[in-house]
């Protein structure tokens, strides 16, 4: 089925990308539809995405120890 491109600015961004890649022109408009369709998941708000690596990798229960400062500073030179 074919597909007509009926706005100039859109063939010669096409055109452009193909030349660039060295594609035809159907294989440029179906490497960036392609592209597009792969970036969905970050269409999504980045609040919505850390909530979903936080359900993923949650943090380790507190251990409830205190760290030691003056520790951590002498081991990054900090005396």
């Known amino acids: 089925m074919p597909l007509y491109i009926k706005d100039d600015a859109t063939a010669e961004l096409v055109a452009r990308l193909a030349s ?3 594609l035809s022109k159907q294989d440029a408009v179906k490497l960036a539809v392609t592209e597009e ?3 969905s998941p ?4 980045l609040r919505e995405r850390l909530r ?3 359900e993923a990798n949650p943090l380790p229960p507190p251990t ?3 760290a030691d400062k003056a ?4 081991l990054s030179g900090e005396v």
Do not use: K, Q, S
């Open 64 to 66: 409830g120890l205190v």
């Open 20 to 22: 660039e890649r060295g």
């Open 71 to 74: 520790f951590f500073d002498e």
């Open 52 to 54: 979903i690596w936080r």
């Open 37 to 39: 369709l792969n970036r």
């Open 42 to 45: 970050e269409a999504l708000p």
